[in-house]
């Protein structure tokens, strides 16, 4: 079942089903002009485009029907939706940052510098911790895209270096340095 995320005014809510956002759209809490976002998508989009469905013959909270399949806006009755706060429902956290451009930067640098193993360890740790905490709903998954290259760039990079490392070591055993690898 594909995950929805959402900015109602100041909040950001999710990871939830199409069914919900279809309660939420029923109640008023969700408009037509707050924005939705998914895996898959560039970037953030209104929920009206994103998913215009759940915006047709909709009753407004004021009891009228939505207008050209956009819903009339919040009514005095509606009750906004619970945000997911460290003092929100069932204890559950607001999303983390995201960390795709530092765990790009590392993977970039651990390629272009060979030698700098770290930076790529780093990039390949990062990168698959964030992806864990995205797939868990507890981090925001805009910067997926960037964790996952700079987390493969990282796994190539510490293959490269190992693989550089290893070959700089039989040069050496052989007595003929740099013929694997870089020389000293």
């Known amino acids: ?17 199409e069914d919900v956002l279809q309660s939420w759209v ?17 970037d953030w989009t209104t929920a009206s485009n994103a998913l215009p469905e759940l ?11 939505s207008v050209g399949g956009v819903q009339q806006p919040y009514g005095a ?12 429902p069932m204890g559950q956290q607001a999303l983390k940052p995201h960390r795709g451009g530092m765990v790009l930067t590392f993977g970039i640098l651990g390629m272009v510098l060979c030698c700098c193993i770290p ?9 698959s911790q964030d992806i864990k905490e995205m797939d868990a709903g507890r981090m ?11 987390r493969i760039l990282g796994i190539i990079g510490t293959i ?12 050496r055993v052989t007595g003929q340095p740099g013929t694997y690898g870089p020389g000293y």
């Open 55 to 65: 915006f047709r013959n909709v009753a407004s909270p004021q009891g009228g029907q």
């Open 119 to 127: 930076l790529s360890i780093l990039a390949w740790v990062f990168g």
């Open 160 to 171: 490269l270096g190992v693989l550089g490392w290893i070959m700089n070591i039989i040069g």
């Open 26 to 42: 029923n109640n008023g809490q969700l408009r037509a002009i707050d924005m939705v976002w998914s895996e898959g998508m560039a």
């Open 1 to 17: 079942m594909k995950q929805w995320y959402c900015h109602i005014g100041n909040q950001q809510y999710g990871p939830v089903g």
């Open 77 to 88: 009755q509606a009750s906004p939706v619970q945000p997911f706060t460290s003092y929100g």
């Open 140 to 150: 925001d998954p805009s910067g997926r895209g960037l964790t996952q290259a700079g």
